[in-house]
């Protein structure tokens, strides 16, 4: 089963525009990452918060967790249209180290 | 390249054929994983080892597939009597044996079974 869920599905902007991305969770963590895709490629890191913090950036990326809302957010600011791909938050559910997906959320960055 | 590769990038196999793909993770990484990913879906955990040992397989694993890592180096996972719905990108990712770092992933191997 999947322990992630990425809202919005789908999210389509203008350059220039900040996107924001949601990702819920069922059970505890010890932290959760950010993942990005390209159609049909593999996925690349983008960010990990673990579950002490509030609060991390990397760049234009900015990531928040609540862990008492099982929540988190990814804002990407000042948005490319090379961003456009498709986001999923992971996490490794209380002491197991294998990472579950959501969805996806897919980002369209119009030039 | 120090990255996770996986051979082949493509498949094209007819139902009822074996097919085995294969993942070199990064050198250092003792852990190593497999999913399975269909079009318009999040990426779903098929097994994982860590070094040589298989430590958790997905009940999407079914007995017509098998996954090893002998030497603890690179990784096979093999479909047996390849049905149609078989057919999805393949992902192979690897780390460190910690909780708080990133799995780097291969580009996928796409299996299409006709």
């Known amino acids: 089963s999947q322990q992630g869920e990425e809202d919005p599905q789908a999210l389509s902007i203008q350059e220039g525009e900040n996107a924001t991305m949601n990702c819920s969770y069922k059970t505890s963590i010890n932290n959760l990452q950010w993942y990005r895709q390209n159609s049909g490629r593999g996925l690349v890191h983008l960010i990990l918060i673990r579950s002490n913090e509030r609060e991390k950036h990397s760049g234009r990326l900015r990531v928040t967790l609540d862990t008492s809302k099982k929540s988190s957010s990814l804002l990407i600011t000042a948005s490319r249209a090379a961003d456009t791909a498709s986001y999923f938050c992971a996490t490794p559910p209380g002491s197991n180290y294998k990472l579950t997906f959501g969805k996806g959320t897919l980002l369209t960055v119009n030039p | 390249d120090t990255g996770v590769s996986q051979d082949p990038r493509h498949k094209i196999t007819k139902r009822g054929q074996n097919v085995t793909f294969r993942c070199d993770p990064i050198s250092e990484h003792n852990r190593l994983y497999w999913y399975r990913q269909t079009l318009g879906q999040g990426p779903e955990f098929l097994t994982y080892f860590q070094n040589e040992a298989q430590l958790e397989k997905s009940r999407l694993l079914s007995d017509r597939f098998s996954a090893e890592r002998p030497k603890g180096s690179f990784s096979t996972l093999e479909i047996q009597r390849t049905e149609q719905g078989d057919s999805a990108m393949y992902l192979c990712?690897?780390?460190?044996?910690?909780?708080?770092?990133?799995?780097?992933f291969g580009q996928g191997t796409r299996l299409t079974v006709v």
């Open positions: 990712a690897s780390s460190y044996r910690d909780f708080y770092t990133e799995a780097f």
